[in-house]
């Protein structure tokens, strides 16, 4: 009889560039106020990339975190995954770049685009290699530089997402870990949260172009909080676990409101649920990770107890992974 392998996150590492740009900073450019932001949306300040910075250099210093607090070498890495949406390049992947800076040549490198659900994404294939037992380590990346893509004279986008990276690194074990990851998509819903240009085909902002974020955001407001109320049942019932097991919700970090709306839904209280919005605003594929290296670097997140994850993004995709930490 063959046992189950798991896979375990053995550390977690994030990083956030330097520069803060506050609400107040922002409503001197365009006609918004703290005050609007922070009750629309919980968000306070985000951190923006230098202009020399790139998605890879986030990722890669959230990478370097990742590995010591693993205690894991570069070298014994089988495979780095990247969930990002703002690649340095278009080829080759974000993930070959980090694993040339890192030196973990060989090991197989690729990047996962599902916009702010990238994260789980790339956290499901590697899970799925992990049990399945083709990789026994793999670096799983969420990193952006969502800035760069936006207007950022449309107030209903430009208040809303910051950059950064968070990373963590998986192993094989054979007690616990991730116990199951569901992943979904809608492409019919492209057009309520997009950038409608880009290599091949360019509507209005031209093709090459990467074009910025357009979003119908009280569309995206709605139909997040339904599927992420099916997400998270979807997770437990597939476990036979019940709401009251849950000793954290790590939600995406998209805006407060929808945050409240599945800790309603999951009958818990803020006080289990890591919320980093309103430092971070939206860091698309960074914010799961981000937000879950915060709260293990400052020891509210202990070994041992049971975490659900959960995202929503352009797509739309959504996502949840259920892991014993
Ligand atoms: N400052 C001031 N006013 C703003 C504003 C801003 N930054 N952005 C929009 N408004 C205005 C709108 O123009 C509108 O004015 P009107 O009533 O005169 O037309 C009013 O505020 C209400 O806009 P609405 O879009 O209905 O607000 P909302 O309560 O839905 O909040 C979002 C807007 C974007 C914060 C909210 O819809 C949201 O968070 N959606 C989900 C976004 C998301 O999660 N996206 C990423 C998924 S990964």
Redesign the pocket.
Known sequence: MSERIYARIAGTGSYLPEKVLSNEE??RT????DE??RE??GITQRHIAADEQTTGDLAYEAALRALEAAGIGVDELDMIIVGTTTPDLIFPSTACLVQARLGAVGSAALDVNA???GFLYALSVADKFIRCGDAKKVLVIGAETLTRIIDWSD???????GDGAGAVVLVADGDTGILSTHLHADGSKKEL?WTPAGVSSGFGEGVGSSGTIK???????KY?VKALDSVVDEALQANGLGKADLDWLVP?Q??L??IEATAKRLDMSMEQVVVTVDKHG?T?SA?VPLALDTAVRSGRIQRGQLLLLE????GFTWGSALLRY
Do not use: Q, Y
């Open positions: 922002l409503a365009v006609e918004t106020s609007w932001i629309r949306t916009a702010c659900s107030r209903t986008t430009c208040v809303l997402f949260l979003m119908k955001g009280n569309d995206v407001f997040a995406h998209a805006n409101r929808i939206n698309s914010s995202a929503f993004g352009g």
